[in-house]
């Protein structure tokens, strides 16, 4: 059956070019067979004109077709199937699908699912009043400039960094920047053999949570906490404590004998935002030093600091090599980068290679590639500073919206961050009041999976201005606040 | 100190352009202190004078600077450093290391490393003679196309498949192509909560192992086989049954009882390269229903079947879902990308979602979105029948200069494949010889890694015609054959 122009609909949710879509329209009629070979296809000029587009689009994807010997052009008489073309020998594929014999509840000998999350909208941008945490806002992001280093990584001369097994090494170029810039603004001072990149600071705190825990050891975390950390922990099989904090962070009085490891963001507490003070962070290194523990720390979001400079790691500080640090590009740049990195002593660093190796080898060479030359050019410095300056504003604008409120400002950084954690009254479960305001536009983040337990608060909840424009503050505010005094 | 032009030195092996060059020599050295506001750059006339290149390559790599914020033109007399450049106070940083006084032999509770691994010459392609597996060869890949297609996931309307957090779910447009396109071609028909993308088949591998042993759980797998097979079941704590592979693979009546997962290469039996026949294919399924194990089967290389069609997969005999199946983009498009896939019944999957989100969150959409137009507009496909080509080629070439020499070919896949399996005579340690050949010019992989236990052969290797051309092969083996002679 040949290919009339007929069968071309042009999809309006296709992400790609026009030009494209017919490329792919006829490439895949090929490949699955509804196309066989010596067929003719419709002529440019009347698939233009069935599809009301210009011709040379057309022409233009034929001539990418024949560069792949998808078809070929006859003298004159137009394209036609080439003889040669990429096609596959389907196998008889059984119509239906069998009811398995397998009893699953036996054979999954490890159970990683049913933790508590935090249920995300994925279609968030469509709502007008998104209080949305840890989403990309299009107006920050400096995709251009990104854009430019992808393009540049994906050079004829950069082949190797593009496409090669690194097996469980890095780019050099990204752990060069790492080691050079990134790591003394936090005053850690690492050689390139401390610093392995993970995809994401979630692998990181994987990993070191794989290398340090059993079930005959015990780790501690902040509560309320990053719930991320609760099932990392569960995984493992260790006994678990959470601590809870206060306005400070995490206060280390409280730390349960017999730890072998601290989970902790101290330069800004997961969800509550706050900075934990010097002379804390002091008695905390004290502590696990005289009781012999390791502390990883997650330092979260210290870019986002426009109301005074960042405090520096602890790690800054730590002069026993027991502070694992972890670091992250995917939250200050996109989530999507999925690319972060441990740092810490030899041995250490040593066993999350070998870990990373076996689980998944490295974090794709291209990522950390443009990575490292939007680090080396100067644009991740500069988005940085645009973010902060706008954060500044939204920030004010919130804090003012608020103060008029029902709701209570429950943690906020005082060098700054990107929202605030917020306590509603007591009667209000926000995973209710997040559905009624969905209804309504507005997104809001309820925060009991923040703790641990099964009767924590279900009061509490996470108001992110980073992905909503100052404008759009107050009114979203405004039937939050509706949302609960009508509760 | 004012940036003078003599400060200015172009770095030979700089990756990115010119420009790019100067703008990062005045990104960082402002972003690093050296340069404060206010101060001066040399005029563009100066700079590209000392520089030698052209001054609109100056000109531009400022004006891009300007666009960050880093410097401002000052009418008429030139360029300054801005005075809201981005600009971190560095914290004071310790100017010495400490000794760690963690004890780290204590403090690492699970030991990763140790493993028997394949030694890999990163600069391999400096060598004249690269019998090198696994690695892309730029004369086959059709980096243009790629490109195209990272551009095109790079659009302004790709924003969120860029950048977006993805949590526990990937790209539907990949995951639409593997079930509607890829896996009917294995034979395999699979709905998209089947499918789960992975970093590289290597991180389904190691997944798969994580579900379904532990140290109460036996596991048995192919001899010689992956050896990172062996690593991911040691981590596991199972129990671990090599079984002795012949001609056709591995024989399923030398299966030990009480297995409870068998890790297997049916297609393409790494590393012989050897294929299961059918009526084996056959007995294996019996032989796992009646003794209830489960089958996780690496569906490798499947696409270099130029001398036959490849045979269906074994996924897609299976009638009681106890196939889990792994497939892999990161080996055919280029090892560096990092995508692979895993395929098996809902609760399964559904675990290995709950672990994937745990332990990374989700690979790259960016990745994910450039594979799947890659897949879509048929490049993929295209590139693989070039590589067929070629590759029968190579084969020819390399069968006819073995034939003469003291080495035997000990695997090799009836229909096609990337190398061949080596025996060389039993005084020959091909380790030693690995070594002697890369001081000669080339390069090999010796074969003991693959083999389990310690008193396993040493005389094998691995000699892949992926990334050398016909011509080159008879010298290369002309070398390798003097070498075993002087031996």
Redesign the interface.
Known sequence: MPLVEDTFFLDPNF???LQ?QI??I???A???GRLQAGEKLPSSRKLAEHLGISRITVTLAYH??VA???IKSANRSGYYVSE?A?????????GE??????D??K?????????K?VK?N?NW?SYPYPFMY???D?DL?N?A???LC???A?G????????????E?DDP?LINFIAR?TL??????A?PEQILV???A??AL?MAA?????E??AAAYENPGYH?IR??LR?TGCTQFPVEIDDQGLPPDMLPDGL?ALFITPSHQCPTTTTMPMDRRRELLRLA?ERNF?IVEDDYEFEMSFLK?PS?ALK?LD????VIYVGSFSKSL?????LGYLVG?E??I??AR??R???????????QRTTA?FL????Y??M??RMRGVYQKRRQVTAQALANTEMKVAGRASFGGSGFWVEAPERVDTEVLRHRLADNGVLIEAGNPFFAGEDSPRNFFRLAYSSISSERIPEGIRRISQAIKEY
Do not use: C
Request: no cysteine; glycine share 8%.
């Open positions: 992400q790609g070019t494209s490329q792919q006829v490439a895949s090929i490949l699955a990418e077709l792949d010997d998808y040669t990429p096609m596959v020998p389907l196998p008889a594929i059984k699908m069998h009811k398995d014999t397998v699953w509840t054979a999954v000998q490890r159970d990683f699912t049913g933790g999350t995300k994925y941008r840890g989403q990309p299009p992001f995709q400039s990104w854009r992808a393009m540049q994906l004829k001369k950069e082949f190797d960094s593009l496409t090669s097994d690194y097996a090494q170029e810039h003394p603004r936090r005053g850690i001072l050689r993970t995809v994401g979630q692998n994987w794989q290398i340090l825990l059993n005959r050891r991320g099932e990392i995984h072998n030093n390791l400079p520096p800054s002069e026993d090599g027991r996109f989530p999507g980068l999925r002593s041995p250490f040593e066993q070998a870990l190796l076996a689980s998944l080898r490295h974090p794709p060479g291209y990522m030359y080396g050019l100067g644009h410095d500069a940085i500073k």
